[in-house]
């Protein structure tokens, strides 16, 4: 077993599976949004408390930039975070922070709108192909800010930004929201054209609303943003359910042949996933209520599930982070699946994991030829990245036998105890703590 012995003690989630999934399981705050929200606190000069933000590590990681550049952080309970920007005066980002998070390169534009410098390195994040930030880059630059790049720190300064027309060769989700929440305090009025109408983009623009921002066309191609000189202390704001959580589960009840329900869910958020886990049999019943707002979703799945063709692309396509999650559950349809990624360009380096479970899948450049089998069997596998470890749960989950998951810290990034709600379902899973390491699992 990894982990014993000579050999490093490094933390693993261990899972038997072909339990069928029941009960309820709540979905936490989202990600992406609480990641974008965050910095765009530090446009307000006073208190702002943030409401379902998830317990996961990338939010710590936000939480000591914002904290390094004066603004005070408070944990209010398990979900709720108070930032206090009044002191926010240091325009710097710790190097090692922003590189082992892409979103902490978000600091820049609220650094120039209210610092009117910043100086911040260029961002890592997970290994999913080529990620650049020239698209942020030339639109500070097009909002007035002299911007250059000296031995990977970007360096920027401005005397004021001022409204602009942007044009985004790609309508990038990250570029989108940061240039929004830089244009808000600037001189003027900024279109964003070829924007990203993603969920998580239109929540930060109402955020932004919300503490007196002018932002129409949310959830649109073209954002209008009008400057406004100051934006109120003092607001809460509840931040919308993590999507990409709410499909992941999904996913593992369809692969466990389960029925739960999730709790916190905006149907209409996953209209995209909806569509294909439907077309492969896949039962989703929203309980009523409005799609706009969260909710509960029953999903389940009595029969095995059937294969479908899938593209990832912007929204309102089907979303790239849920490409890898479905490809678990397509490993074991009826039939073969084409499924391509038009966002990432190497988002497909997870599957020669689930191959090691019995998978018959190959991949040609951005897209992969999933062949499903009748079962998968558990594996040693390691998680490369954030999906690519939810992937190997939903496929852990359904298959026959036990696996082994390393690279739990990138699971732990964007997903709030997954361990204890999936077990809260009936799964038979697992933390190994490297301190304790003759935890095994019951069997029955
Ligand atoms: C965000 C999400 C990520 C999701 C992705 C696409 C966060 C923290 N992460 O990432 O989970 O998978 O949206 O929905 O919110 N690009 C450029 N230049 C740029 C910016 C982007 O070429 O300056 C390219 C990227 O390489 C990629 C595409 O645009 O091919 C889309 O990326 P983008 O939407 O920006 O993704 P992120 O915001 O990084």
């Known amino acids: 077993m990894p982990g014993s012995g000579q050999e490093e003690p490094v933390e693993q989630i261990i899972v038997r599976g072909g339990r069928p999934l029941r009960g309820a399981i709540r979905v936490s705050g989202s990600k992406n949004s609480s990641l974008a929200i965050l910095p765009a606190c530090l446009l307000v000069r006073g208190k702002t408390i943030l409401r379902n933000v998830p317990d996961i590590r990338d939010i710590r990681t936000m939480t000591e930039v914002l904290c390094h550049t004066g603004a005070r952080v408070r944990f209010l309970g398990e979900d709720a975070i108070e930032v206090d920007a009044t002191e926010f005066s240091r325009a710097t980002a710790?190097?090692?922070?922003?590189?082992?998070?892409?979103?902490?390169?978000?600091?820049?534009?609220?650094?120039?709108?209210?610092?009117?410098?910043?100086?911040?390195?260029?961002?890592?994040?997970?290994?999913i192909g080529a990620r650049p930030v020239d698209f942020h880059i030339k639109g500070l630059q097009t909002l007035g800010a002299e911007v250059r790049t000296e031995g990977g720190i970007v360096i920027a300064r401005t005397d004021g930004l001022r409204g602009a027309h942007i044009y985004l060769d790609f309508p990038s989700a990250g570029a989108t929201t940061h240039l929004m929440t830089a244009a808000v305090l600037g001189i003027g009025v900024t279109t964003i054209e070829n924007a990203a109408s993603e969920p998580e983009v239109a929540d930060v623009a109402y955020f932004l609303n919300h503490v007196g921002a002018r932002i129409s066309g949310v959830g649109t191609s073209t954002i209008t943003i009008h400057g406004v000189s100051e934006l109120r202390t003092g607001t809460e704001y509840s931040i919308i359910p993590d999507r990409m959580e709410a499909g992941t589960f999904a996913c593992a009840a369809a692969i466990t042949r389960g029925d739960v329900v999730l709790e916190n869910v905006v149907v209409n958020h996953l209209s995209p996933v909806l569509a294909k886990l439907s077309e492969m049999g896949v039962h989703c019943v929203p309980s009523g209520g409005d799609p706009d707002r969260p909710g509960q979703l029953r999903v389940s799945a009595p029969e095995r599930t059937r294969s479908v063709d899938v593209m990832a692309l912007p929204h309102p396509g089907f979303p790239t982070d849920m490409q890898q999650p479905l490809v678990a559950l397509l490993a074991v349809s009826e039939g073969a699946a084409m499924v391509t990624d038009r966002v990432f360009e190497s988002r497909f380096r997870y599957v020669t994991e689930l191959d090691r479970m019995g998978a018959d899948i190959q991949v040609e450049g951005r897209t992969a030829v999933v062949r499903g089998v009748e079962r998968l069997t558990g594996a040693n596998v390691a998680a490369t990245d954030l999906r690519a470890g939810a992937a190997l749960i939903v496929a852990a989950l359904g298959a026959h036998g036990e696996s082994i998951i390393t690279g739990v810290e990138h699971i732990d990034r964007g997903y709030t105890h997954l361990v204890g709600k999936l077990q809260g379902a009936g799964a038979h899973i697992n933390r190994m703590d490297p301190e304790r390491p003759a935890l095994r699992l019951m069997t029955g």
Not at 107 to 120: D, E, F, I, K
Request: proline share 9%; aromatic share 6%.
């Open 94 to 127: 710790p190097e090692e922070l922003v590189r082992r998070m892409r979103a902490s390169f978000y600091v820049v534009g609220p650094m120039l709108a209210r610092l009117g410098s910043a100086r911040v390195a260029q961002p890592g994040g997970c290994d």
